[in-house]
């Protein structure tokens, strides 16, 4: 997965920034809706940074899920996308 600088969630753009520190120190992540941000500790293995930019995602997209929702959503939907690579690509 190549995660991007940017991002457009519901029509706005979120500036996606990979940090040494987040205010949360038992977070991996953190979205701020009014800033446009979402924020990616670098302190991480690739895929769990994928992981934890799927959950941001999830935060950015709906902010009223529970956090359980949040993580089985991330999880199932990197699965997803990770396991099926070609499902976005055009033809058959
Ligand atoms: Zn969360």
């Known amino acids: 997965m190549k995660i991007p600088r940017a991002i457009k969630i519901g029509g706005l753009k979120y500036r996606v920034k990979i940090v040494k520190?987040?205010?949360n120190k038992d977070s991996s992540g953190e979205t701020d809706t009014r800033k446009l941000t979402i924020l990616l500790h670098r302190d991480h293995k690739?895929?769990?940074l994928e992981v934890t930019f799927m959950h941001e995602?999830?935060?950015a997209i709906n902010l009223n899920l529970e956090e359980k929702e949040?993580?089985?959503?991330a999880m199932a939907f990197y699965g997803l996308l990770k396991d099926n690579p070609r499902l976005f690509k055009n033809g058959r």
């Open 46 to 48: 690739r895929e769990a």
């Open 21 to 23: 520190k987040i205010d």
């Open 70 to 73: 949040v993580e089985y959503l």
């Open 57 to 59: 995602l999830f935060h």
